[in-house]
């Protein structure tokens, strides 16, 4: 066995694979530009890099849920006022640092305004900085948390909405969760508060919560929690949806 068969070997057994397939490649380069060693080492590190972050940027979009790559390319700002108004927000929340400072968004307006595009845009571009993301329902999260607490996994199911940096929880408002709901949703949101972002889209403004949850002890602690530390957008205008018809 070579000497560079011998490196390759002993890369793979230290699971550096795109470094011991590109090895050759990069030697090669080095002698044609009279490079130093600290060229190949550095090429090859860049490589397996840039394939374990590669690797971790699609695990994250496995694991948030979100079924489709959805980028701002496609979100008209001129269908309605409000969309250019909150223009710079929206784009400064592309950026993702109300995620490093745990802030929570709450995306407000009646169906079609683009709510959920919006929230898409923004669970997307997280799994592409490599931040654990989960998308969801409000509906789907809380039914989830029931059969959990039916069959005693309450915590793990639980740990499974409080743990990732970014929560998305898409269209809150469109049915009452009723008083076990209501506080499991507490729940979340409680463990949540100042530790993780959330991301909430909603059809009802916040004065209107009390008809989503059990009661409006509960909807007004929700929301304090959620207003505390949060950036809120209003949209505007018809449905998105049946422009485009």
């Known amino acids: 066995m070579t000497t560079i068969e011998q490196v390759k070997e002993k890369l793979i057994q230290l699971r550096l694979k795109i470094m011991a397939q590109r090895l050759e490649e990069v030697i090669q380069q080095a002698k044609e530009k009279n490079r130093d060693p600290l060229f190949v080492l550095n090429q090859l590190a860049e490589a397996e890099a840039d394939h374990r972050l590669q690797s971790a940027i699609r695990l994250r979009f496995q694991q948030a849920k979100l079924n489709e790559k959805i980028t701002l390319d496609a979100f008209d700002f001129h269908h309605h006022k409000s969309r250019q108004d909150h223009k710079a927000q929206i784009l400064d929340l592309l950026n993702l640092d109300f995620v490093s400072k745990n802030k929570d968004v709450i995306l407000i307006?009646?169906?079609?305004?683009?709510?959920?595009?919006?929230?898409?845009?923004?669970?997307?571009?997280?799994?592409?900085?490599?931040?654990?993301?989960?998308?969801t329902s409000a509906m789907d999260m809380i039914n989830h948390l029931i059969a959990a607490e039916a069959d005693r996994s309450l915590l793990r199911k639980l740990h499974h909405y409080q743990s990732p940096a970014l929560l998305v929880c898409d269209e809150l408002g469109y049915l009452s969760l009723g008083q076990q709901g209501s506080h499991l949703f507490f729940q979340v949101i409680s463990a949540r508060h100042q530790a993780k972002s959330t991301l909430i889209t909603t059809n009802l403004p916040f004065a209107d919560w009390g008809k989503v949850f059990d009661s409006t002890t509960v909807a007004t602690a929700i929301a304090d929690r959620l207003v505390h530390n949060s950036e809120v957008l209003i949209l505007g205008g018809s449905s998105y949806r049946r422009k485009q018809k």
């Open 109 to 135: 307006g009646n169906p079609g305004t683009g709510k959920t595009f919006l929230a898409k845009c923004i669970a997307y571009a997280a799994c592409n900085a490599n931040i654990k993301v989960l998308f």
